[in-house]
C-alpha cells in the first residue's frame, strides 16, 4: 500500500508542477496577444500540450535532482514563450508590458488560492484517487506560490524585474531602469547567491507565509 501511495504522491508532485509552470509561461503569451502580440500563438506556446514547453533542464533534470536530493520542495521551469514587447507597448504602453511581465504570476497566485479552497474537501481520502486528489491539491497550492513569489524578485531576467523596468519607464524613473540595465549581465550569478546561501530563506519567506495561510 506504501508503494502505491509513494507512486501517487510523485504523480500528484509532477502533475502539480507542470500545471504550475506551464501555465504561467501560457499566460505571458496569452496576455500579449491580448495586447496585439501573435508571437507565441503563431509558435504554438499557447497550447496546453506540455511537450511543446518542455525545457529539458528546468522542466526534467531539476526538479528530479532536487527530489532525489530531498529538497524540501521542487522547483523548476519551463521553456520561455516568446513575446514581442515592442509590439505590446505599441498597443497597449508600458503598463500594458507590465500586465504581460506579471501575467504568469498572477496565474500562479489565482491557482494557489483556488486550489486552497478544495483543502477541506479533499483533506480525509478514503481511496487511491481521494489521496492522489489531496496531494494534487496540497502541492498546487505550494509550487504555484513558491514560483509566484520566485518570479517577483527583481532579477533580471525575473518577472519581477521586467515588471520594475516598465513602471519605471512609464514613471520616468530612469535611475532604476539605468540600474536594472547595469545589474542585467549578472542576474542570474546574483540569482543563484540568492538560491544557494541563506539569503533564499529571506527571499523566500513571504512564500512560506502564504503557503501556511493557505493550507491552513
Known sequence: MSSDIDIIKIAAIVLSLMVAIIGHEIMHGYAAYRFGDSTAKDAGRLSINPIVHVDPIGTIVVPLLLYISGAPFLFGWAKPVPVNIRTVIYNGGYMAAVAVALAGVTYNFA??????????????????????????????????????????????????????????????????????????????????????????????????????????
Open 111 to 216: 491557482l494557489a488560492v483556488a486550489a486552497s479552497l478544495f483543502i477541506g474537501v479533499v483533506d480525509q481520502p478514503t481511496s487511491l484517487f481521494g489521496a492522489f486528489l489531496a496531494y494534487f491539491v496540497m502541492y498546487t497550492v505550494i509550487y504555484n506560490v513558491v514560483l509566484g513569489v520566485f518570479n517577483l524578485w527583481p532579477f533580471p531576467p525575473l518577472d519581477g524585474a521586467n515588471a520594475l523596468r516598465y513602471i519605471s519607464m512609464q514613471f520616468r524613473w530612469q535611475g532604476i531602469v539605468d540600474l536594472l540595465n547595469k545589474i542585467e549581465p549578472i542576474g542570474m550569478i546574483l540569482l543563484i547567491i540568492v538560491i544557494a546561501t541563506p539569503l533564499s530563506q529571506w527571499f523566500f519567506m513571504p512564500a512560506m507565509w502564504m503557503i501556511d495561510l493557505l493550507l491552513r
